[in-house]
């Protein structure tokens, strides 16, 4: 019984510290872009209004290597912002975290900022 709560307790912590953080979110495949970039959503990140959304977007590489990004779209100005941003290695670790400008940049048709903006609001 000590053994077992004691593996519970170690497998909170490591939780807890960050570790399967990343995979304890709910990711929706968007697509993959020319680069071979695959683009997800988490779904259970999303924040909506009829103005805003904020949500977070994983790109991910080949080899694994993938960013999450904490971006806020405007609805009515068809713009969005980089709010945060973390680079991950495969295994699922930091590897850094930069600083956004969180300068705003059009959603052009196209792109994968497009397909996320037509997923929260459709083609408006």
């Given at each position: 019984?000590k053994?077992?709560?004691?593996?519970?307790?170690?497998?909170?912590?490591?939780?807890?510290?960050?570790?399967?953080?990343?995979?304890?979110?709910?990711?929706?495949?968007v697509?993959?872009?020319?680069?071979g970039?695959?683009?997800?959503?988490?779904?259970?990140?999303v924040?909506k209004d009829?103005?805003?959304a904020?949500?977070?977007?994983?790109?991910?590489?080949y080899?694994?290597?993938?960013y999450?990004?904490?971006?806020?779209?405007?609805h009515?100005?068809?713009e969005?912002?980089d709010?945060?941003?973390?680079?991950?290695?495969?295994?699922?670790?930091?590897?850094?975290?930069?600083?956004?400008?969180?300068s705003?940049?059009?959603?052009?048709?196209?792109?994968?900022a497009?397909?996320v903006?037509?997923?929260?609001?459709?083609?408006?």
């Amino acid at each position: 019984m000590k053994k077992t709560l004691a593996a519970v307790l170690a497998a909170g912590a490591l939780f807890i510290g960050g570790i399967g953080s990343v995979d304890a979110a709910n990711w929706y495949t968007v697509g993959t872009d020319s680069n071979g970039i695959t683009w997800s959503i988490d779904n259970d990140s999303v924040k909506k209004d009829d103005k805003k959304a904020t949500l977070d977007i994983k790109a991910m590489d080949y080899e694994g290597y993938h960013y999450i990004v904490t971006e806020e779209f405007n609805h009515k100005k068809r713009e969005v912002k980089d709010v945060k941003v973390t680079l991950y290695n495969p295994q699922g670790y930091v590897v850094k975290e930069e600083q956004p400008n969180k300068s705003t940049r059009k959603v052009e048709q196209g792109t994968p900022a497009y397909a996320v903006y037509t997923l929260i609001w459709g083609d408006k």
